[in-house]
């Protein structure tokens, strides 16, 4: 039977490659790609830097990410639709791409169980009943941890909760009950929402990379030079990846 690995591989740094996942790529016959028409070519550099180190006798097949609505405000709606799609087009590279006794491989940036789709697009094309393959999860090193690692803190408090939520959510309003919120995927930068606050922001963008910027102090102090920062940053290489931390400093309930 068909096997699927599905390998984290990292924040950004060839060194965050587990030797759990190293023994993985050196398994996989086929890598699947899916192109977004919008790539980065420093992240295309880094996947080929981790496949040339660890990964030996492999194919990589490339095949054409489907454009995403995201201008609807059904939002869930648009990306169920869109991880729809995006299986079509991964079952038919797996029917055509991969042997019946060969492994298929997926790098995945950071975890494969945070804010990734690997794993439901898998698990739809299967329930579809048209391809069997077996699947193996190899679990990465997250933006998350690497931006707790490079501030040399802890995610949680003792006693108290954590939340992880994205941009979108946050701009909402502050979590009920929470004091420490981890935020991704936010490209409105709304930690400014929340300047009535009396809280610490750890942040920080292209982690694991050579281009990692880290700032972090009290929010309303450190703000706006992360928005400035923010920015340059994106200004000058036409992407910006980050990922924070906001820790208020005693409960509001």
């Known amino acids: 039977m068909r096997e699927i690995a599905v390998i984290g591989i990292g924040a950004g740094d060839p ?18 790609v899916l192109d977004k028409g919008e790539v980065k070519q420093e992240l295309v550099d880094l996947r080929s830097e981790i496949l040339r180190r660890y990964a030996e006798d492999y194919r990589v097949v490339v095949g054409q990410d489907p454009e995403r609505d995201r201008t609807t405000t059904a939002y869930v709606e648009a990306v169920d639709d869109w991880r729809r799609r995006r299986a079509d087009v991964i079952a038919a590279l797996i029917a055509s791409e991969l042997g019946e006794d060969q492994v298929g491989g997926f790098l995945v940036w950071g975890d494969p169980s945070l804010y ?19 699947v193996e999860v190899i ?11 490079r501030h040399r803190v802890g ?8 939340q992880i939520t994205t941009g979108r959510r946050l701009a909402a309003g502050w979590p009920e009950g929470v004091d420490d919120v981890v935020v991704m995927l936010d490209a409105q930068t709304a930690f400014t929402e929340h300047l009535d ?12 990379t050579p281009d990692e910027i880290l700032i972090s102090g009290p929010l309303r102090e450190v703000a706006a030079e992360i928005e400035k920062v923010r920015a340059e940053a994106r200004d000058r290489k036409g992407w910006i990846m980050d990922t924070y931390l906001l820790r208020r400093k005693r409960w509001e309930a």
């Open 15 to 32: 060194e965050q490659v587990t030797m759990q996942a190293v023994s993985a790529l050196q398994r996989v016959d086929v890598f699947f």
């Open 116 to 134: 990734d789709s690997t794993l439901a697009i898998l698990d739809d094309i299967l329930a579809r009943g048209e391809l069997a393959f077996e």
């Open 139 to 149: 679990p990465g090193i997250s933006s998350v941890s690497t931006l707790a690692a």
């Open 155 to 162: 995610l949680n408090q003792v006693g108290r909760p954590i």
């Open 197 to 208: 606050q009396d809280a610490d922001i750890y942040w920080g963008a292209y982690l694991g």
